[in-house]
């Protein structure tokens, strides 16, 4: 839930000069390959060789209810009202071209679609528009079907973003700056906040108070748990939370069809609302409604364009601690190959959903418990999911504003490891490849706070494409040996 459907429409476009039919005839040959592979696209009837083609084959996608588009070079193309196609139509587009089929038809079979894309992109950068072009963008109909299928993701993120509204409950903590940035890049990219105080989610909890619907939270939130209910006592609050923050979205989404949360959660949440909110923020992630910690705005937005490229849980999670090396010798040297400067931990109080957990447990903050509740048994610090992380592929990545509104981003793809933490929270050995250098020469050198959004599983192309799409040009990743970064000091 709480991400958008992508519908597919394809145009094919023709020069004047090229015969119509080849780039139709063509436009149907990508269709059946993609129909057989992946599923329904719309095949658009209007071939597009002018201006008042144009204007009907948009009539005729947003008829059919396209949200997102595939503009097609079965020739080369007409410069002009091709790329007026992304102009006027209101979602994703992409451009992707024909190559020519046969040594033996390089006359009239001949449809320099080559050529024309180099024209195509020019044209789009005259008019500033913005649109998503394959690595290689010319192929066969079996390898455009490929390329189409790798642009859903992408268009379903970017869609999702224009239907966005980040719903924050603040101040962030005290000391945790590092989490805060400018939303002016919010707006820009098309993207609604709107920002709450603490007391007024305070409020709306206490309204909530006996609200009929806890039991059956509470009965979910137990067949969920199953042996994990190490904590019964607390639910009946987690259950009224969970209400409120639904309702919440709700009341509050206005014209916006997406809601995601950046919420206050310590410290004077324990004391006020008498639980930690975190296995209730890992409920919501689960579902689709990412909730991040510390009133990170920027983790949310994160975390949902993971959910959008995904189609899976994620999470939020500190870049946390170093892995000792008594423990990288015993169970990672040799066994994996990885260096220790390659490994870290990455953790959070509890935020992780279940389904993304090694045997996970209801327990109580540690952190808070030692501040809030030393030495007694703990009451208003209990809340969070505890486990190691499941093993197995991951992307750690972040779209961010620095303090002058600018936005970056990183991607870095790599694993969480089959190794036991013996640790406390929601937790996991990581492993990067050249994660040293990455953490010095990116996180650092470019000012990222501690909080990295995690995708399950190697989702770094289409979220580096995203990336370019919404037009970040400093785009940090792992830069393997050899390759030095730009502070990288080439004397050592």
């Not at 989490?179 to 007024?200: F, M, R």
């Not at 010798?329 to 109080?349: A, L, N, R, V």
């Amino acid at each position: 839930m709480n991400i958008p459907k992508v519908k597919l429409g394809i145009i094919a476009v023709s020069r004047d000069c090229f015969p119509m039919e080849l780039s139709a005839n063509r436009r149907k040959a990508v269709v059946n390959a993609f129909t057989k592979k992946y599923g329904e696209i719309f095949e658009c009837p209007t071939t597009v060789e002018n201006e008042i083609h144009m204007q009907k084959a948009l009539a005729e996608v947003n008829e059919a209810g396209c949200n997102a588009l595939v503009v097609y070079l079965g020739n080369f193309g007409p410069e002009t009202p091709e790329t007026l196609i992304a102009k006027y139509f209101n979602g994703p587009v992409m451009y992707v071209a024909a190559a020519e089929e046969s040594g033996d038809d390089l006359l009239d079979g001949r449809g320099d679609a080559y050529c024309g894309m180099l024209n195509a992109s020019y044209n789009l950068k005259l008019r500033e528009l913005k649109a998503y072009i394959p690595e290689y963008p010319v192929g066969d109909p079996d390898e455009v079907a490929d390329m189409i299928s790798e642009f859903i993701p992408i268009a379903r993120a970017v869609i999702g973003l224009r239907n966005l509204k980040i719903i924050s409950f603040g101040p962030r903590p005290q000391d945790f700056l590092a989490c805060n940035a400018p939303i002016k890049q919010l707006y820009n990219l098309g993207v609604e906040i709107e920002e709450n105080s603490e007391l007024d989610l305070f409020a709306a909890f206490n309204a909530h108070a006996n609200d009929p619907r806890i039991p059956e939270v509470i009965k979910s939130m137990e067949e969920e748990l199953g042996a994990a209910n190490k904590m019964p006592g607390i639910l009946p609050k987690l259950a009224q939370y969970e209400i409120t923050l639904l309702d919440w979205a709700k009341e509050h989404k206005g014209s916006r069809e997406f809601v995601v949360f950046a919420n206050k959660c310590w410290p004077a949440f324990q004391t006020q609302f008498g639980f930690v909110p975190c296995y209730v923020n890992s409920r919501l992630t689960a579902a689709g409604i990412p909730v991040s910690c510390e009133v990170d705005i920027y983790g949310a937005l994160s975390e949902y364009i993971g959910t959008c490229i995904s189609e899976d849980v994620v999470t939020l999670l500190d870049i946390n601690n170093t892995v000792p090396k008594d423990m990288y010798e015993s169970e990672i040297k040799g066994k994996y190959p990885y260096d220790i400067k390659d490994t870290f931990m990455g953790f959070h109080c509890g935020n992780t959903a279940i389904c993304k957990l090694v045997a996970p447990a209801m327990k109580n903050q540690k952190i808070m418990a030692r501040a809030l509740e030393p030495n007694q048994e703990p009451n208003i610090t209990r809340g969070t999911l505890e486990g190691d992380i499941a093993p197995g592929k991951i992307t750690f990545f972040r779209l961010q504003s620095t303090a002058d509104a600018q936005l970056r981003a990183y991607v870095a793809e790599g694993e969480v490891l089959p190794v036991a933490t013996r640790s406390f929270g929601g937790i996991g050995v990581f492993a990067i490849s050249e994660m040293g250098r990455f953490y010095r020469h990116v996180l650092i050198e470019k000012n990222y706070p501690h909080h990295g959004a995690v995708a399950f599983g190697h989702f770094g192309k289409a979220l580096f494409d995203l990336f370019k799409y919404l037009g970040v040009t400093d785009i940090g990743f792992n830069q393997p040996k050899g390759m030095l970064y730009k502070t990288e000091n080439p004397f050592k």
